[in-house]
């Protein structure tokens, strides 16, 4: 392709679309038609150039051009405050309400299995003496140990952004990783459980279970519920990978994948009230029962958020996947 000769033959064209895109007032009918036809020539004299006769000054310019074209036929949209309302009203409640056949079994059985790993090692003096050594367990369980002085050794505020970020990092592999067939989710719960069913039996075993209730419930009721919601949603997506159902599967793992990624939006905001609890509430000097009452009204209200908003936003149609108007267009498929 001669480029001199290309260029001479097509500039008015771009000079025009230049021009079209460049203006502030809005297009009438026929402008608007003109725009969109120069836009797909140009688009398509872009991919000519590119492929046959690359030249890096005229592929920027076109590319340029292409782009601010596109932006005009297609329109942009900017996040608002409204979109903020929207999401934490309907979309992010929609998406936990929609996935809690996944994430309340998830719920039950991780429970079981930590307060059967907990009697375990509270029963069995030869698994605790594959824990540590007795004298670090008596040091671990005894009045002022390290168990109780892990939530206050560190300022309330910093103490709350570590818990915070690292409980927020677990979630979101939960909901990332659950693509892999969900494998990596198990052992990330299995994990937790494990470290909630150890401090529960060595506690069990020295006779402060109460003491040791009373620096989880508080805070761990919301975390733990926040970490089974990312752990179910993650199965969930691992489940569309063997069964998308009536959908294709791509279309089925960009729907819930979607979903999942706002979910971990709204995870890392349940868990930031929770580590706010850890950090300011659990190490407090309040009375065992007041900071345990803190912990069941925070819970109640997500749950309540959940079940209320989440449900009355599902019943009216929110999958809490992003509006049709901004999904890409999908093709029917045969069941």
């Known amino acids: 392709m001669d480029l001199d000769v290309f260029v001479s033959a097509h500039r008015a064209e771009w000079d025009r679309l230049d021009a079209l895109t460049s203006r502030r007032r809005r297009l009438n ?62 979309g992010f409640p929609a998406a936990v309400y929609r996935a809690r056949h996944w994430w309340v079994p998830t719920a039950l059985v991780s429970t079981a299995v930590a307060i059967l790993l907990g009697w375990w090692i509270g029963t069995h003096p030869e698994v605790r003496a594959t824990i540590a050594a007795p ?20 300022p309330a505020a910093s103490f709350a952004a570590q818990v915070w970020t690292n409980n927020a ?26 470290n909630l069913g150890v401090g529960f039996g060595l506690m069990s075993s020295a006779g ?48 819930e994948g979607r979903a999942a990624v706002g979910m971990a939006i709204g995870l890392a905001l349940v868990l930031f009230v929770s580590g706010a609890i850890e950090g300011f509430v659990t190490p407090s000097g309040l009375p065992t029962w007041a900071r345990i009452g803190i912990g069941i009204v925070a819970e109640l209200a997500f749950l309540a958020y959940v079940y209320v908003l989440g449900g009355r936003a599902v019943r009216a149609g929110e999958t809490g996947d992003l509006l049709a108007s901004e999904r890409s267009s999908t093709v029917p498929t045969a069941a």
């Open 29 to 90: 009918g026929t402008e608007t038609d003109e725009l969109i036809t120069l836009y797909q020539r140009t688009a398509t004299h872009l991919s000519l150039i590119q492929s046959s006769a690359p030249d890096p000054q005229l592929t920027g310019r076109l590319s340029r051009l292409v782009a601010r074209a596109r932006s005009a036929v297609t329109g942009t949209r900017r996040a608002s405050w409204r979109d903020a309302v929207r999401f934490l009203t309907q």
């Open 135 to 154: 004298a670090h367990l008596r040091e671990l369980t005894r009045p002022g140990g390290e168990y109780e002085t892990y939530y206050s050794s560190h």
């Open 169 to 194: 990092q677990a979630a979101a592999m939960c909901l990332v990783l659950g693509v892999f067939l969900g494998l990596p989710v198990l052992w990330i719960l299995f994990q937790n459980m494990l």
């Open 208 to 255: 402060r279970l109460d003491t040791f209730l009373g620096l989880v419930l508080p805070h761990g009721l919301l975390e733990l519920t926040a970490v089974f919601v990312a752990a179910g949603t993650g199965l969930r997506l691992g489940w569309t990978v063997i069964d998308p159902g009536p959908r294709s599967r791509r279309t089925a793992l960009a729907e």
